[in-house]
């Protein structure tokens, strides 16, 4: 059974910094290509970023370009995403995401159940 | 703004097939062969009901399908079940990223 937990999440400060992980079983991971997509309640999903099977590609929403910053360790079957100088527009449900296919073509096939990141003072 | 339209909400009864509208409203969407549906219910995670316009993902029911005519894709749910009420959102590659959302439409099962 494929299973995507996130942690991570919080509440945080306008400019501080917060790192999400997602712990994947259940599939090979290093198969496939992993994204993150967050979500404000009430609103539709944003794609965040997203990465390759092997980090050769990596993309961002112009959004969060220059302050989050997307990772993976396939040895350990883990994906990360580095938050640097938080906004309150950041305020949403993080979900990790798995692509269908090695690269990042972005149809996501299973998701996590998401963590919430709260920026506020 | 969203690259994707779509209508806020949809209803119909048990047994009924209602159809879900996705129109590109902006040229970043290139290749709109890459369109994928997805379900959410309240509190859950999205999941994925279609994707490249009309394939089906294993597990998902076969009252799911969609389609494509020009710029509008469409999801359709045949014989309408209280288990399909929920939030659906449409969802395309891009020039710039892989996949932008649509608006999202509210399904109700009256």
């Known amino acids: 059974e494929v299973q995507l937990v996130e942690s991570g999440g919080g509440l945080v400060q306008p400019g501080r910094s917060l790192r999400l992980s997602c712990a994947a079983s259940?599939?090979?991971?290093?198969?496939?290509?992993m994204h993150w997509v967050r979500q404000v309640p009430g609103k539709g999903p944003e794609w965040v970023s997203g990465?390759?099977?092997?980090?050769?590609?990596?993309g961002y929403a112009d959004s969060v370009q220059g302050r989050f910053t997307i990772s993976r360790d396939n040895a350990k079957s883990s994906l990360y995403l580095q938050m640097n100088s938080l906004r309150a527009e950041d305020t949403a449900f993080y979900y990790c995401?798995?692509?269908?296919?090695?690269?990042?073509?972005?149809?996501?096939?299973?998701w996590g159940q998401g963590t919430l990141v709260t920026v506020s003072s | 703004q969203s690259a994707l339209t779509q209508p806020a909400s949809v209803s119909g009864s048990p047994g009924q097939s209602i159809t879900i509208s996705c129109t590109r409203t902006?040229?970043?969407?290139?290749?709109?062969?890459?369109v994928s549906w997805y379900q959410q219910h309240p509190g859950k995670a999205p999941k994925l009901m279609i994707y490249?316009?009309?394939n089906r993902p294993s597990g998902v029911s076969n009252r799911f399908s969609g389609s494509k005519s020009g710029n509008t894709a469409s999801l359709t749910i045949s014989g309408l079940q209280a288990e399909d009420e929920a939030d659906y959102y449409c969802s395309s590659y891009t020039s710039t990223t892989p996949r932008v959302f649509g608006t999202g439409t509210k399904v109700t099962v009256l």
């Open positions: 490249d316009v009309s």
């Open positions: 995401a798995k692509d269908i296919s090695s690269s990042p073509g972005g149809d996501f096939d299973y």
């Open positions: 902006s040229s970043d969407v290139g290749n709109y062969h890459y």
């Open positions: 990465i390759s099977w092997n980090s050769g590609y990596i």
């Open positions: 259940g599939f090979t991971f290093d198969d496939y290509a």
